[in-house]
């Protein structure tokens, strides 16, 4: 079973800031948190993970509060083409597989 | 390298046929895992290999499925006398072993409708 949680569906208007909230209080201390988006007719697509320290990439940034319970997804201007899915996910040793919830619906507005 | 490619894109089939499904992974990639998903629903892990080893199934993955890997390289996932609960789409996805942390790659999926 997944072991996050998250909002089922969250608005945006178009390049504002998006902040995606995750909850995982039962995560480990070896769990990384990964996040991955899906957009329509498409498979999934890898955003950013990270396990301790607040992480930065093209796509987005990731912030893991202190206690590891939670971490937020945020997308600094939202534009029309991250209207997805986007899913949280506590990545399992030793396989690796990523269990998936049912995610977070991002809808942007123009 | 142009990423997972998945083949067909769609498949339609009768109930009771049996379908096969091929999945290649990025060259370099070692692990490859199959997942399976439904009309607003995340994806289900069915199984994983690592090389041409078959590491993990789920209790998902009835004796109706079967997946392989030969030489570790793509892999097919067979469907036996297809019911109309197995409709959904069925995703291949591959990582590194050593570089999994660099996320996973994702084809864009087998949609099968079971008729």
């Known amino acids: 079973d997944a072991k996050t949680t998250q909002p089922n569906s969250m608005e945006s208007n178009e390049e504002e800031p998006v902040h995606l909230p995750c909850n995982h209080s039962?995560?480990?201390?070896?769990?990384?948190i990964h996040w991955y988006r899906q957009l329509p007719s498409q498979g999934p697509e890898y955003v950013i993970h990270g396990l301790t320290s607040n992480v930065n990439n093209r796509m987005a940034s990731l912030a893991i509060a202190e206690d590891r319970k939670s971490s937020t997804l945020i997308l600094h201007r939202a534009t029309l083409r991250d209207a997805a899915v986007y899913y949280c996910i506590l990545r399992e040793d030793p396989s690796e597989k990523l269990v998936f919830g049912k995610g977070t619906k991002l809808t942007v507005n123009p | 390298d142009t990423g997972v490619s998945q083949d067909p894109r769609h498949k339609i089939t009768k109930r009771g046929q049996n379908v096969t499904f091929r999945c290649d992974p990025i060259?370099?990639?070692?692990?490859l895992y199959w997942y399976r998903q439904t009309l607003g629903q995340g994806p289900e892990f069915l199984t994983y290999f690592q090389n041409e080893a078959q590491l993990e199934k789920s209790r998902l993955l009835s004796d109706r499925f079967s997946a392989e890997r030969p030489k570790g390289s793509f892999s097919t996932l067979e469907i036996q006398r297809t019911e109309q609960g197995d409709s959904a789409m069925y995703l291949c996805?591959?990582?590194?072993?050593?570089?999994?942390?660099?996320?996973?790659?994702f084809g864009s999926g087998t949609r099968l409708t079971v008729v």
């Open positions: 039962t995560i480990s201390g070896t769990d990384y």
């Open positions: 060259s370099e990639h070692n692990r």
């Open positions: 996805a591959s990582s590194h072993r050593d570089r999994a942390n660099y996320g996973y790659t």
